[in-house]
């Protein structure tokens, strides 16, 4: 009787710590289907509140529609369709741990999802060779870049990103739902040898190639840029000499001292200070353009495909942590809502465009004084928003910055106001 007793009370106390591990189980994962659940609906919400902008400064303002922010208009395209079409179902699978919409709805669920991952970063390197045209080689951009190839870019975009696509509705790997991801994507641990290979096809195609181009565009960009800076300032500071022989040459000449001559020597040195500082600052805002697309584009999409390689080459891809796996696709998507951010509303004019559409214009900008708000409407109406510094991609076609450098443009602003002091 007594073994008995104490059997009951060991099986008793195993059954209530069984008990406890899986309720702490069931919380943790509660906690984690929340969380990436909540992580999810705010990327949906950021991408559909930024594309949507997008869409309407376009729409408003059919004059930005330029060649080169068709590129942009492409990318807004992709980001919506996979905001649309792929994240309410995976937010769907994550409430209820299951996929619920039918097996045809999932392999269509895949294959968007994949072919609007591949035009995304396909398109970014076409925003990318584009801005290297304008910037390294201005003065060809416009007989390089036409409508015509514009098109037959974003065409070539489409074609291989669903060419890339294809091959898993054709026996070449497959998609299907995957509980670690909570949505239907490829099989990267295919069941036959073959199936690695289509992943490391995916991975160079959409990825790695990609990546390999746009760090080479933007570190030439910024060279060109910091180069144009360098040889204008060369070109245009006034040395020491002649700021003392134009300022002393009306005292010479005179028997009274000249009113003029404080005021030349104030404009002239307050120039030669602030010339620097200008081209500073542009190369500055260069390099911090370039190192924020970069940087964004690695952190929303390595993770995602460093997942792909290792489910594909280790032989126990279950070692790799679910949460991780999910948490990967997230960050991809999030590309979605960074997007605008980085390629069109970092532009002033974007947003002062954007501002005009929903009449948000603040008192300030109703009070400056005239001649401020004319210099700033001639700029926005001329087009001056600084494209060869990559700052941003608005461009309006009345006078497309292609054709000079920012680091050119700031120059020759100084020293048309040396030449206005001395004038004067």
Not at 14 to 27: A, E, I, L, P, V
Not at 95 to 107: A, D, K, M, P, R
Not at 236 to 249: E, F, L, M, Y
Not at 332 to 348: D, Q, T, W
Request: hydrophobic share 45%.
């Amino acid at each position: 009787m007594e073994n008995i007793t104490i059997t009951s009370e060991v099986s008793t106390v195993f059954m209530d710590y069984t008990s406890t591990s899986t309720d702490k189980h069931d919380h943790v994962e509660l906690f984690k289907t929340a969380s990436t659940s909540t992580l999810l609906f705010f990327v949906f919400l950021s991408s559909v509140a930024g594309n949507l902008l997008v869409f309407l400064v376009f729409y408003k303002r059919r004059i930005l529609l330029t060649i080169s922010n068709r590129f942009i208009l492409n990318l807004s395209v992709c980001n919506s369709l996979n905001t649309l079409l792929v994240m309410p179902f995976m937010f769907a699978a994550m409430l209820t741990e299951n996929w619920i919409f039918g097996q045809t709805w999932c392999q269509l669920t895949g294959f968007l999802m994949n072919t609007i991952f591949a035009a995304s970063t396909l398109t970014l390197v076409a925003i990318s060779i584009d801005r290297y045209c304008a910037v390294v080689t201005p003065l060809h951009y416009t007989m390089r870049v036409t409508s015509k190839r514009c098109l037959y870019m974003i065409v070539t975009v489409w074609t291989l990103a669903v060419s890339a696509s294809l091959p898993p509705l054709f026996g070449w790997n497959a998609y299907e739902y995957q509980e670690d991801k909570r949505t239907c994507t490829v099989l990267w641990m295919g069941h036959h040898q073959s199936d690695r290979y289509y992943t490391l096809i995916l991975v160079c195609l959409t990825f790695v190639v990609p990546l390999i181009v746009i760090l080479w565009a933007y570190i030439v960009i910024f060279r060109a840029a910091r180069n144009n800076s360098e040889r204008t300032r060369r070109n245009s500071v006034i040395t020491t000499n002649q700021i003392d022989d134009n300022t002393q040459t009306p005292l010479r000449n005179s028997r009274r001292r000249s009113s003029t001559a404080p005021i030349l020597i104030r404009r002239l040195s307050s120039a030669s200070r602030t010339g620097p500082l200008l081209w500073h600052r542009d190369e500055w805002k260069t390099a911090l353009t370039s190192l924020l697309v970069v940087s964004t584009f690695v952190i929303c999409w390595l993770p995602y495909f460093i997942i792909i390689v290792l489910e594909s080459v280790l032989d126990d891809p279950e070692c790799i942590y679910p949460v991780i796996e999910t948490l990967s696709i997230i960050l991809a998507m999030s590309s979605c809502a960074c997007n605008p951010l980085v390629y069109v509303f970092r532009s002033k004019v974007a947003r002062q465009e954007l501002k005009g559409i929903i009449r948000m214009q603040s008192k300030e900008e109703t009070n400056f004084p005239s001649s401020r708000r004319g210099s700033s409407c001639a700029l926005a109406r001329d087009g001056i928003i600084r494209q060869g510094s990559t700052e941003s991609d608005i461009i309006l076609p009345e006078k497309p910055l292609h054709l000079s450098s920012t680091a050119t443009t700031l120059t020759s602003m100084v020293s048309d106001t040396n030449v206005h002091s001395l004038r004067s």
